[in-house]
C-alpha cells in the first residue's frame, strides 16, 4: 500500500495550491478519503474527509469556504485545492484512506508520507 502526496510548497498568504495523494495497492474507491494536518509543534488535525463516490464531503471550520477535497476513481488520486491560503495553514499535510469511513474518525488504515506547506510573505 502507497500513498503518495505531493504539491506542497511555499506560497504567500492569499495564494493557492494544489495537493495531490497517489494511492497504489489498494482498492482506493472503496476508502474514504482524508485530508490531516500537523503544524509545526503541534498535534494532528483533521482537515477533510471525502466518501467513496465523492458526493459527502466534509471540512474542519477552518478551511471551509477555502478548501475543496475532492477524488478521481479512475485514477486513484485524492485532491485538495487550497485556496486564500493564510499562515495558520502552515503545516505538514497528509492523505489518510480508511474503508468502512466515517466523516471524522479516530484512526486510519493507510497513512501517506506528508507533503510540507508554507505559508509566509
Known amino acids: 500500500v502507497q500513498l503518495v502526496e505531493s504539491g506542497g510548497g511555499l506560497v504567500q498568504p492569499g495564494g493557492s495550491l494544489r495537493l495531490s495523494c497517489a494511492a497504489s495497492?489498494?482498492?482506493?474507491?472503496?476508502?474514504?478519503m482524508y485530508w490531516v494536518r500537523q503544524a509545526p509543534g503541534k498535534g494532528l488535525e483533521w482537515v477533510s474527509t471525502i466518501n467513496t463516490s465523492g458526493g459527502s464531503t466534509y471540512y474542519v471550520d477552518s478551511v471551509k469556504g477555502r478548501c475543496t477535497i475532492s477524488r478521481d476513481n479512475a485514477k486513484n488520486t485524492l485532491y485538495l485545492q487550497m485556496n486564500s491560503l493564510k499562515p495558520e495553514d502552515t503545516a505538514n499535510y497528509y492523505c489518510a484512506a480508511k474503508s468502512y469511513g466515517v466523516p471524522t474518525p479516530a484512526d486510519y488504515d493507510y497513512w501517506g508520507q506528508g507533503t510540507q506547506v508554507t505559508v509566509s510573505s
Open positions: 495497492g489498494f482498492t482506493f474507491s472503496n476508502y474514504w
